[in-house]
T-cell receptor, first 114, second 112 residues
Framework: GAGVSQSPSNKVTEKGKDVELRCDPI?????LYWYRQSLGQGLEFLIY????????KSGLPSDRFSAERTGGSVSTLTIQRTQQEDSAVYLC????????????FGEGSWLTVV | GNSVTQMEGPVTLSEEAFLTINCTYT??????LFWYVQYPGEGLQLLLK?????DKGSNKGFEATYRKETTSFHLEKGSVQVSDSAVYFC???????????FGKGITLSVRP
């Protein structure tokens, strides 16, 4: 079956431009996560959606970052006025909720801000 | 808060050597524990997991035991292969509706 799908896989943008990254979770998964992986910084949590509950936005690094999830499925992560420090791989993941349930990750969107 | 601490890397081993990668955690309650692996050029994938104390997760010759008394989930493999070269992340999930918290990851290189 299909896994977590992310697009674009690579994006180069100029500093100051806005970018949108898309995530299509595994069908039926009600939980969706965004993480950021930077060189030497490990995996940084950004935001978590679970069903119709209010999202956990505690990991968003600034108000330039926002995310939405439409219809409980596809999610878009938006970065406004990009900065060079935003360059990273943005990972999306999804699962059925449950403490021990496996969280499946997409291949990531590699963002480079020049 | 919740946190995961992994040993400093990178680690370089010869093929067939014994591997231990240390992982300790801080969490309230009884989290589920995971090891994820990222092979070169690939996405993050689950290697193994354990959901309660004394459980042992295993996969591809790797094992890790959930030790509540030492708050640890060390990853071991008796004989590593070149194909095990990857970045390994330890992670915890405190409850059903919560996020994964990751350690910093450690790079393993296995030479022939």
């Amino acid at each position: 079956g299909a896994g977590v799908s992310q697009s674009p896989s690579n994006k180069v943008t100029e500093k100051g431009k806005d970018v949108e990254l898309r995530c299509d979770p595994i069908s039926g998964h009600t939980a969706l996560y965004w993480y950021r992986q930077s060189l030497g910084q490990g995996l940084e949590f950004l935001i978590y959606f679970q069903g119709n509950s209010a999202p956990d936005k505690s990991g968003l690094p600034s108000d330039r970052f926002s995310a939405e999830r439409t219809g409980g499925s596809v999610s878009t992560l938006t970065i406004q006025r990009t900065q060079q420090e935003d360059s990273a791989v943005y990972l999306c993941a999804s699962n059925f909720p449950g403490a021990g349930n496996t969280i499946y990750f997409g291949e990531g969107s590699w963002l480079t801000v020049v | 808060g919740n946190s995961v601490t992994q040993m400093e890397g990178p680690v370089t081993l010869s093929e067939e050597a014994f591997l231990t990668i240390n992982c300790t955690y801080t969490a309230t309650g009884y989290p589920s524990l995971f090891w994820y692996v990222q092979y070169p050029g690939e996405g993050l994938q689950l290697l193994l997991k354990a959901t309660k104390a004394d459980d042992k997760g295993s996969n591809k010759g790797f094992e890790a035991t959930y030790r509540k008394e030492t708050t640890s989930f060390h990853l071991e493999k008796g004989s590593v292969q070149v194909s095990d070269s990857a970045v390994y992340f330890c992670a915890l999930k405190p409850g059903a509706n919560s996020k994964l918290t990751f350690g910093k990851g450690i790079t393993l290189s296995v030479r022939p």
